[in-house]
């Protein structure tokens, strides 16, 4: 097994896809961390001014992310793709499809940002929020979302780089958007120098200037990887390949899409009990989103290696490969679950001195072991079977329990039973354990290896 987790230096220069779990896994990990560290800032800065401006900004939030999953699941079928040509060592079909992932996701940016910009008092209306908080989050949503184009090309640098065995390119994004975030957070909202300007726009300001900053990182270093994205790449126009790619990045946006639309009911739900529980949710979310984090990095690596054997036709070394990250996320997220929870008193101070929003976050902690457990399932093999390319079967999956058990779950017992915010959490737990079962079973039974070929037997086109 050593031999996945490791490679030398001089085989990842000759081949991309020789490249080891950990190489893959640990800046993925670190990236990660970052990447929730930045949502963290800003919930840590506007804490300190107002706790309905903190549920008002992760409402906003929720749509702006219904985009940036969006995007990524755009970028995740072509990258799909573009790992199996990287295996068959098909440099044409890598030109052509991060050709495609880019130009797709520069078109998705500007069409969402022009969408928030001049839209984004309707579609707050519906989530039962104070007038006030209405008005911080509009605020917010037309600064952070009209910008959202940044973010979706450099999701797609990002995941170029990282397929070319960049592994180090999204740490260094990443870790410069936290710099540059959470010096203009400090700056506009603490104002040590003298700037007159609502925290809010300074907030969603900080936000934007650190993604541009990461893309342009982002896009000095994708130059440098050979492959060339340009609309000459496009010409004639692979139809074919672009209709490849989207067999996954369709049913796997949806799939996104699906679990984000269900967070953004759920949410609508958990407001029914009031604003308080809302704000217990934000300050929870921020806190348990950190527990998953080295099984989200090993799932993500995963799909990588998958996808290089799978294009290369090694099927048994796949399977050896989820089964060791599936193993590692369970572990990791249940000690770091446990973590959490014996010290759950003093991060849930760092938010809130608020002792009625403490105790609901402090059992809400409790309930979360379950969720984790679930969730290592699925963050280990959704990655494995995306890198199949077995994605309408996740989809059929994640739609059905979503929207039955998570936002149904949500309704009956955090409404009709009265159980409020601990009813929805048990919801999601009952979610996550469905999901990571089912799709544990559809792994084992091997469907996906028919689908997997003849996505091999159109990708060897051109060679």
């Avoid at 085989?11 to 190489?23: H, K, N, T, Y």
């Avoid at 573009?82 to 079909?93: C, D, E, P, V, Y």
């Avoid at 797609?156 to 870790?175: A, E, F, H, W």
């Avoid at 936002?407 to 999901?435: C, H, K, M, P, Q």
Wanted: charged share 15%.
């Amino acid at each position: 097994m050593s031999q996945f987790f490791w490679a030398s230096k001089k085989a990842r220069m000759e081949d991309p896809s020789a490249v080891g779990l950990g190489q893959l896994a640990f800046p993925l990990l670190m990236e990660n961390l970052l990447r929730c560290t930045v949502g963290l800032v800003n919930v840590t800065f506007l804490s300190h001014i107002s706790d309905s401006i903190v549920s008002a900004i992760s409402v906003a939030n929720q749509y702006i992310m219904v985009i940036q999953v969006l995007a990524m699941s755009i970028s995740m079928g072509t990258i799909t793709c573009l790992n199996q040509a990287i295996g068959m060592h098909n440099r044409r079909k890598m030109e052509t499809l991060s050709s495609i992932a880019f130009f797709s996701n520069l078109l998705l940016g500007l069409l969402a940002g022009a969408f928030f910009l001049f839209c984004s008092g309707p579609i707050l209306s519906i989530m039962k929020l104070e007038p006030a908080s209405i008005g911080y989050a509009r605020t917010y949503m037309q600064i952070a979302g009209g910008a959202i184009v940044i973010q979706s090309v450099e999701i797609v640098l990002n995941d170029l780089c990282r397929s070319m065995g960049r592994t180090k390119t999204p740490l260094m994004v990443n870790l410069l958007v936290n710099i540059v975030n959470l010096s203009c957070c400090y700056l506009f909202i603490f104002q040590p120098i003298p700037i007159h300007i609502d925290p809010v726009i300074g907030v969603a300001l900080a936000n934007v200037l650190g993604r541009l900053a990461g893309l342009t990182v982002a896009a000095i270093v994708a130059g440098r990887t050979g492959i060339r994205i340009s609309l000459k790449a496009l010409r004639p126009f692979p139809w074919e390949d672009l209709k490849l790619a989207l067999s996954i990045g369709i049913p796997g946006g949806m799939n996104n899409i699906a679990y984000m639309l269900c967070q953004l009911v759920t949410t609508s739900i958990i407001s029914m009990s009031g604003e308080m529980m809302v704000t217990a949710k934000v300050y929870v979310s921020n806190l348990v989103q950190y527990i998953a984090l080295v099984g989200m990095a090993f799932g993500s690596a995963s799909a990588l290696m998958i996808g290089y054997r799978i294009g290369a036709g090694k099927y048994d070394e796949a399977k050896t490969i989820r089964r060791i990250v599936t193993r590692v996320a369970l572990l990791s997220n249940a000690f770091f679950s446990i973590l959490l929870i014996l010290f759950r008193a003093p991060l849930m101070r760092i938010f809130t001195d608020n002792e009625a929003i403490l105790q609901i976050g402090m059992t809400i902690i409790l309930i979360d072991f379950v969720v984790e457990i679930g969730r290592a399932l699925n963050n280990s093999l959704s990655g494995a079977l995306q890198a199949t390319g077995d994605v309408r079967y996740q989809l059929i999956v994640n739609q059905s329990s979503g929207w039955f058990v998570s936002v149904g779950g949500s309704y009956v017992l955090g409404i009709l039973f009265g159980l409020n915010l601990y009813g929805v959490w048990i919801a999601f737990a009952l979610d996550e354990l469905t999901r990571g079962l089912i799709l544990l079973r559809r792994w084992r039974s091997e469907r996906w290896l028919t689908d997997a070929e003849r996505r091999r037997s159109i990708l060897a086109k051109d060679a």
